[in-house]
């Protein structure tokens, strides 16, 4: 019976080859994008989560309540990880680790090597499950004087990973370097993790280098802590709420941990309530996975019972045989099962060609790797598949009554009819969806790439001070002027999202709760290198003498003080007076997901040891290739490791034009799907009307009108799924936009070329089959087929 089902499958699939080959190829295109979202999808919810005890693992979050809304801080004071650990018995480990700048120079001899790295404490490699290949976990860090290096790094380092303990290299960053002893070397972090560095260092040298700056209002760190099992996060958040108080009683923090797992995934965090963060993306393509699966689905579904009135005498045949309901359904679930793991041989060929550029737009390092987890889900999405679309037919086709079927016809097809166009229907709502959001997605990148910032970003490049740049700083910079096609050169802390911030900040009048500013580190000139207006009073000048006493905010951070008429006023920052002699404009410095927010300036150079270099443009290539040879003569031993300040804007952005790249193909790969069970559709009708078309012929209908007829059917269709997707759509890209501060108008031409294209591309589907049908001799048409 089983084989004699196989041979009968066989014989179908080969009767009707258009039909099988639309069905092939909507279904492996639909399961290839979902294998292919699958192991994006996988790759993002499994990052973070290979640590040993992640279920125990938290990081300490800290709200700020500033009376009007409440921050959500990475960061809390360096002395918190120690002081959990002491008086909470729930803690079994708690590690800190710095949030300084993390560039480094890492020297061997005349071997420098920039690498990234933390300030850690001595607890760190119980927390986090780092493999050590040489050291103990409970020593390497124990010496103040130690450094833990990659295995990547002790290559660079001394070409080799083995017996490198006791070797001593040198660490530099900002004014501060040291010479420290390699105590262990730990396995390259794997990629699945949000945090990459090179090597770190003991705290307590971080310690020495803020000095004063270690302090219970000073949040200059972040805690990770690994709890007993059994305890519970909910009412250990209710313990530690308050802790921060219990230490500083004017404190306006409040304490809570969440798992360090969910870092990545879910960083977002609104008045103090976690609101999202990369998870929305991760549940915005598995949607578009089902989609696409649906919509091939819908294809299959469709074909099948189009083609109903021409297996109805088998069916009948059967039936009257004594075949039952079961072993037909049997029969027709079988011919959906073997289409759909037909379709995976080819959808898995699919995937292997498309990893490369998918690998490229998506920045990961994805690879068809067949693991059991890999197989259960390929296999278990195809049965689905299979299930999905074959359930209706084999249902639909199983359910004919043999006394009825046997006259070779059916008393009504009402039922298909509306279930195929409410199909049809369905799957072009979903592509008018996706086109709308990948328009709304494209003009929302577009604006914030355009959107005047307040400063410019272009053709700025900048670099570390390192050697004898650091040392020599301004005269470097002096020199670096006289380069021909060198606008403005100066030095400062990062100016593009990556600040600080401190509440450390007091003025006369302050009758409000703290407020939390961003503070930039900058040289003379630095204002004037990244072009940023002033509102009033005058930056840093050394015209005036020194200026390390003054400060400079913006308009947001005024606002904040409720400051009137704020240049000669003083504030106090850390303990020392510092004169307001100036105010910038509000620039964005962060990504327009966010409101502007108060900042400073303070003229440091000590700690602005960021170069930055305005270039003329037209002449990039030629000063910077000038600037690189003054660099390496004046700095011999180091490389001129350098970056555009436009590039670290972009990638602030870099999700949602990731988002905007995928977005457009996944779209183009609905409408194709749709068009291919359109198109299957459309032979079909004209197949199943070719008498009429002859008749009509025959009476002097013209091409056109027979274009028309067999077209406007569909035309009513896709009509019918535009009007259904477009509020639909308005709801969706408006509920994505709320993510931005600052974001576009949704204006009604985006909505309307979405279903513009979709009409134009279905005409197109349908007019070919309707053109070929047209033309056919009247002569044809009448024969008996």
């Known amino acids: ?128 499950s780092y493999h050590l ?97 059994g305890t519970g996060p909910h009412q250990f958040n209710n313990k530690i709420s308050g802790f921060i108080k219990s230490k500083l009683p004017a404190s306006n923090v409040s304490l809570f941990i969440r798992p360090f797992s969910d870092k990545y995934l879910y960083d977002n965090y609104e008045n103090g309530v976690q609101a999202g963060g990369r998870i929305e993306y991760v549940k915005l393509f598995s ?36 075949a039952s309901r ?93 279930a ?30 355009t959107k005047n910032l307040g400063y410019n970003k272009d053709n700025i490049i900048y670099f570390s001070a390192e050697g004898k740049v650091q040392t020599n700083l301004n005269t470097f910079l002096s020199e670096a002027k006289r380069i021909p096609g060198v606008i403005h050169a100066s030095s400062g802390g990062s100016i593009i999202s990556d600040h600080g911030s401190t509440i450390g900040l007091m003025w006369e009048g302050k009758n409000k709760d703290d407020v939390a500013f961003q503070t930039v580190a900058v040289n003379y000139d630095m204002i004037e290198t990244l072009g940023i207006n002033m509102k009033e009073g005058r930056t840093f000048s050394r015209d005036f003498g ?39 404009k509000d620039f964005h410095f962060q990504s327009l997901h966010e409101r502007v927010k108060p900042m400073f300036f303070r003229l440091e150079p000590i700690t602005a040891m960021k170069v930055m270099v305005k270039i003329e443009a037209g002449r990039e290539k030629e000063t910077i290739e000038k600037l690189q040879q003054f660099y390496t003569g004046y700095n011999p031993g180091f490389v001129f490791d350098y970056r555009f300040l436009n590039e670290d804007y972009q990638e602030l952005y870099a999700a ?35 008498k009429e078309i002859g008749v009509r012929k025959v009476l002097g209908a013209s091409e056109f009108n027979i274009v028309y007829l067999l077209s406007s059917d569909f035309t009513k269709l896709v009509l019918t799924s535009i009007l259904i997707a477009l509020p639909l759509s308005y709801l969706i890209v408006t509920y994505w936009l709320d993510n931005f501060a600052y974001r576009i108008d949704l204006e009604l031409w985006y909505f309307m070329s979405a279903g513009l294209i979709a009409l134009l591309v279905a005409w197109f589907t349908v007019g070919m089959q309707a053109v070929k049908a047209a033309r056919t001799n009247p002569s044809q048409c009448l024969k008996d087929v």
């Open 287 to 322: 949607m578009i996975a089902i989609f696409i699966l649906v919509i091939a689905c819908i294809n299959f579904m469709n074909l099948s019972t189009a083609k109903a009135s021409r297996r109805i005498k088998e069916v009948g045949i059967k039936k009257a045989m004594g």
């Open 1 to 128: 019976m089983f084989q004699h089902s196989l041979l009968l499958i066989y014989r179908n699939f080969k009767r009707f080859k258009s039909t099988f080959f639309i069905n092939l190829a909507g279904l492996s295109t639909g399961l290839a994008c979902t294998l292919l979202i699958f192991l994006w999808v996988n790759d993002e919810v499994s990052t973070d989560k290979f640590y040993e005890n992640d279920s125990q693992l938290f990081q300490v979050m800290t709200n700020h309540d500033n009376s009007e809304s409440i921050e959500t801080w990475e960061s809390g004071p360096g002395l918190l990880a120690e002081a959990l650990a002491e008086e909470l018995p729930e803690v079994s480990y708690a590690a800190s680790s710095s949030i300084i700048p993390d560039m480094f120079t890492i020297s061997k001899k005349e071997n420098h090597i920039s690498a990234t790295g933390q300030f850690v404490s001595k607890d760190f490699f119980h927390v986090f």
């Open 546 to 584: 020194a200026d390390t006493s003054k400060i400079i905010f913006n308009e947001a951070a005024i606002k904040a003080m409720g400051m009137k008429d704020p240049i000669g006023k003083v504030v106090n920052l850390w303990g020392e007076d510092k004169k307001i002699i100036g105010v910038a």
């Open 133 to 229: 290949i040489q050291g103990d976990k409970d020593q390497v860090l124990k010496d103040k004087n130690a450094i833990v290096i990659s295995e990547a790094l002790a290559l660079k380092l001394f070409n080799t990973t083995q017996n490198v303990v006791g070797k001593t290299v040198e660490w530099q960053i900002l004014q501060f370097k040291k010479p420290v002893v390699v105590s262990g070397v730990f396995e390259n972090i794997p990629p699945n993790s949000s945090a990459q560095y090179d090597f770190v260092l003991s705290f307590e040298e971080f310690k020495d280098m803020l000095g004063s700056g270690i302090h219970w209002d000073n949040h200059n760190a972040e805690t990770f802590l690994l709890l007993r099992e």
């Open 420 to 449: 195929r166009k409410g199909l049809v229907v369905f799957q072009f709502a979903l592509s008018v969806i996706l086109i709308v959001s990948v328009l709304v997605v494209y003009k929302q990148i577009e604006y914030v790439q």
């Open 326 to 418: 079961e072993s037909l359904v049997f029969q027709y679930m079988g011919e959906s099962m073997l289409m759909a793991f037909a379709s995976l041989i080819v959808a898995l060929m699919l995937v292997e060609l498309s990893l490369a550029p998918f690998n490229q737009i998506t920045g990961k390092q994805l690879a068809l790797s067949f693991d059991a987890h890999f197989v259960l889900a390929a296999l278990g999405v195809t049965f689905l598949t299979g299930l999905l679309a074959g359930s209706y037919p084999a249902l639909y086709l199983s359910g004919f009554k043999p006394a009825i079927v046997l006259r070779g016809k059916l008393d009504s097809l009402g039922g298909e009819l509306w």
């Open 656 to 690: 949602e034009q990731r988002v905007a790249v995928l977005s457009k193909y996944f779209a183009g790969l609905a409408i194709l799907i749709s068009c291919l069970g359109l198109f299957g559709l459309a032979a079909f009708t004209a197949e199943r009307r070719l």
